[in-house]
């Protein structure tokens, strides 16, 4: 009997110390492991993903024990998805009742295909609902705040539209930017087709970047990686205006001139064989895979036609032909009437 009342005393005590851990751990706030933890809760999300996200983003919360609040509580399908910032000691509790409540204050930031730095830069500036930490900040600098494993920031975020809590830094809206690159690049790499002469994933981003500023019709991207390709794999020379234009920077005054393609430099792929050193814009998606997983063709010219697509040809013969129908022609016209001619493209 002595031993009946024994266990049942411990048993008691135990309970009531587990009761009084368990109250604590939930009323206790728990302080963020940098002074802004941001993150987002895709929709969808479970309690356990949830969890996970919140401690990988700074706040230790102890996943498996906040699960089980959650769980206690009957809140494991009412997490809400959203954009959520927390710069405040918060118990669990709290934290359970602001994700389940849908208390994320929104934004929204929207990178766009074929920006370059100077763009994204400008438009993070001029963004009213970002606080600006980036503002005065050298690309090194900038770099190094973002603890970014590259030696230039050109092509290393990836264009999406951003969903962000008011008053966030830009700083954390740019490292998810580069996380989603990262991603995206990733997947795209490892799907990439056999043979393409892009050697490396980064080699891959700045035929990407190419692709972006050179075509905005989604039909022509892939064999106009395919162009490119070809050129690469053969040692022919690239003679995209873009890469030219990216090289001439903010002296660029919309019209490129023949001295413009024989000025040698570092982004001339006129004069220079091979790849520029570095992207020359942001690439969507869909360049990604263009340039990862060209079209197979014969083509080694492209030319625009005006329309915003291109014509593409296998032989010099061809490809003159194509230019002087769609550009040369349409220049003289334009020149009669004072009007500015279109760009030609690649061309010998």
């Not at 479970?46 to 230790?60: K, Q």
């Not at 705040?145 to 999406?160: I, K, S, V």
């Not at 890469?243 to 570092?266: E, M, Q, S």
Request: net charge positive; no cysteine.
């Amino acid at each position: 009997m002595r031993l009946l009342t024994r266990l049942f005393l411990f048993t008691l005590v135990v309970a009531i110390f587990g009761a009084l851990a368990a109250l604590w751990y939930v009323w206790t706030p728990v302080t963020p492991e940098r002074p802004a933890v941001e993150f987002d809760i895709p929709a969808g999300a479970t309690l356990r993903s949830a969890a996970r996200i919140l401690e990988e983003a700074g706040m230790p919360i102890g996943a498996r024990r906040f699960e089980l609040l959650g769980r206690a509580l009957h809140l494991t399908q009412k997490i809400q998805a959203g954009s959520y910032a927390l710069n405040e000691a918060l118990s669990p509790y709290a934290m359970l009742m602001r994700l389940t409540s849908g208390d994320a204050s929104q934004s929204e930031f929207r990178l766009i295909e074929g920006w370059n730095i100077v763009q994204l830069r400008a438009a993070l500036e001029a963004s009213p609902d970002l606080r600006h930490d980036s503002a005065g900040l050298g690309d090194a600098e900038l770099i190094a705040r973002l603890g970014l494993q590259t030696a230039h920031l050109e092509g290393m975020f990836f264009p999406d539209t951003y969903l962000f809590p008011r008053g966030s830094s830009d700083l954390g809206l740019l490292r998810r930017a580069h996380h989603a690159l990262q991603k995206q690049l990733e997947r795209a790499w490892d799907a990439r087709a056999g043979g393409i002469a892009v050697r490396s994933a980064y080699e891959a981003l700045i035929l990407a970047s190419i692709v972006e500023k050179e075509t905005g019709r989604p039909e022509d991207r892939s064999t106009i990686a395919g162009v490119l390709d070809n050129r690469l794999r053969i040692g022919m020379r690239l003679q995209a205006d873009p890469t030219v234009i990216y090289g001439l920077g903010a002296g660029f005054d919309g019209n490129l001139r023949k001295v413009h393609l024989l000025t040698d430099g570092p982004y001339n792929s006129y004069t220079r064989a091979g790849l520029p050193p570095t992207p020359i814009a942001m690439p969507g998606l869909a360049s990604l895979v263009a340039a990862t997983q060209p079209a197979r063709t014969q083509a080694i010219y492209y030319v625009g036609r005006g329309d915003g697509g291109s014509r593409f040809s296998r032989t010099l013969d061809e490809h003159n032909r194509a230019v002087t129908q769609y550009q040369k022609l349409p220049a003289r016209k334009a020149a009669a009437a004072g009007r500015a001619p279109g760009r030609a493209g690649v061309a010998e």
